[in-house]
């Protein structure tokens, strides 16, 4: 009898240790759960960061590559036969060097053709000239762009992408009138594929203006790729008449081309020297064998390509967006469906008027 009260008062003696057991036992798990999750969060940082190094050692690998590419094109070219292209109207034609100079010592410039990111790096200019860089190293780079991919940008763009002229009036955001448009790109076009039969003053006109530009380069007077463009407008105005040229605008309003039509225009427009500088050759239009390029970016690439770079030259910028208004009405096309049903002579033409392009960045054909 005398035990009993020692029984009784065991028991929640018991529970207490027991639960006191759970408790230790539950907080050992929750430390070694976190000490896991610790030391796995860690483990993911530390892969992230590795790769992220790695990354950057590609991109600066291949920095290095297509400069040192560039550079031995250029020496097995020659200057002699760069210098003596087919298209010699058109050096020093559009130099869009941008400069980014700012308060500190470096000086950094920039080619960008048009077509390959030209508005995206005009705004971005504007931020970065507002930063105060510590870097004293100068740097010139360019951007480039496989040559087909940036023709039929410019189609898209340019030539609505094969929808009726019209339609470029429902595209509010556009900075150019329907007129503009209409006498630059779409009349020409038509000219050119025999839609619209133009006065024997007109293939005149064109010959005059060829032959005073090509004798102006030679003497060393101009080489303005933007004279060739007015060259081309001011001749149809003188030869069809301001009021037949509105009158053909409204008669062909709703017309459209199509992508062998534009490629008909490229290749005439090189032949009787009126190309437009959106399809100027950036190997040209860069003057690349005369400036060394310390960095080649690829428009394809941009965005890892350029925020590494600046970041590297002493900018702060953490992402690098296409800004150009005019976005593709087919997202889902590549340039290779725009030109597969393009006739192979077509195509051997374009590739002779882009062979600089193609041969000095490496680019496949």
Same mark, same amino acid.
Not at 117 to 131: F, T, Y
Not at 210 to 223: A, M, Q, W
């Given at each position: 009898m005398a035990t009993a009260p020692t029984k009784v008062a065991s028991r929640p003696v018991a529970r207490v240790m027991f639960v006191g057991l759970r408790v230790l036992l539950a907080t050992g798990c929750i430390t070694l759960l976190l000490n896991l999750y610790n030391q796995n969060d860690m483990h993911h940082i530390q892969n992230d960061r590795q790769n992220e190094l790695e990354s950057y050692r590609q991109i600066e690998s291949e920095f290095m590559r297509r400069s040192s590419q560039l550079e031995e094109n250029c020496q097995i070219l020659g200057t002699a036969a760069y210098e003596k292209s087919e298209y010699e109207w058109s050096w020093s034609s559009y130099l869009l060097f941008m400069?980014?100079?700012?308060?500190?010592?470096?000086?950094?410039?920039?080619?960008?053709?048009?077509? &390959?990111?030209?508005?995206?790096?005009?705004?971005?200019?504007? /931020?970065?000239?507002?930063?105060?860089? /510590?870097?004293?190293?100068?740097?010139?780079?360019?951007?480039?762009?496989?040559?087909?991919?940036?023709?039929?940008?410019?189609? &898209?763009? /340019?030539?609505?992408?094969?929808?009726?002229?019209?339609?470029?009036?429902?595209?509010?955001?556009?900075?150019?009138?329907?007129?503009?448009?209409?006498?630059?790109?779409?009349?020409?076009?038509? &000219?050119?594929? /025999?839609?619209?039969?133009?006065?024997?003053?007109?293939?005149?006109?064109?010959?005059?203006?060829?032959?005073?530009?090509?004798?102006?380069?030679?003497?060393?007077?101009?080489?303005?790729?933007?004279?060739?463009?007015?060259n081309l407008v001011t001749t149809i105005l003188s030869s069809f008449g301001s009021d037949n040229v509105k009158l053909l605008g409204t008669h062909f309003s709703n017309a459209s081309i199509s992508f062998e039509e534009f490629v008909n225009q490229v290749i005439w427009s090189y032949e009787n020297s009126v190309a437009d500088h959106h399809w100027i050759p950036f190997s040209l239009d860069c003057n690349v064998c005369a400036e060394k390029y310390d960095y080649i970016i690829h428009l394809e690439n941009s965005r890892t390509e350029v925020p590494y770079l600046l970041n590297k030259l002493g900018y702060n910028i953490s992402i690098f967006e296409n800004t150009h208004h005019a976005k593709p009405v087919n997202q889902y096309n590549t340039y290779k469906d725009y030109f597969r049903l393009i006739p192979k002579q077509k195509l051997e033409r374009i590739y002779e008027i882009y062979k600089l392009d193609f041969y000095l960045f490496g680019f496949k054909y």
């Open positions: 400069f980014l100079d700012n308060v500190s010592r470096a000086k950094h410039r920039i080619c960008v053709p048009l077509k &390959i990111g030209s508005i995206s790096w005009i705004d971005l200019s504007e /931020k970065l000239r507002q930063q105060n860089i /510590k870097t004293a190293v100068n740097a010139t780079l360019m951007t480039v762009r496989h040559p087909l991919a940036r023709l039929v940008s410019m189609y &898209i763009d /340019k030539f609505l992408d094969g929808a009726p002229f019209s339609s470029y009036q429902n595209h509010s955001l556009y900075e150019f009138s329907w007129d503009y448009r209409w006498r630059k790109y779409w009349m020409p076009a038509l &000219i050119t594929n /025999k839609r619209i039969s133009p006065p024997t003053t007109y293939f005149e006109g064109i010959r005059k203006a060829r032959d005073g530009l090509l004798t102006n380069i030679r003497n060393g007077i101009t080489s303005d790729v933007g004279e060739t463009e007015n």
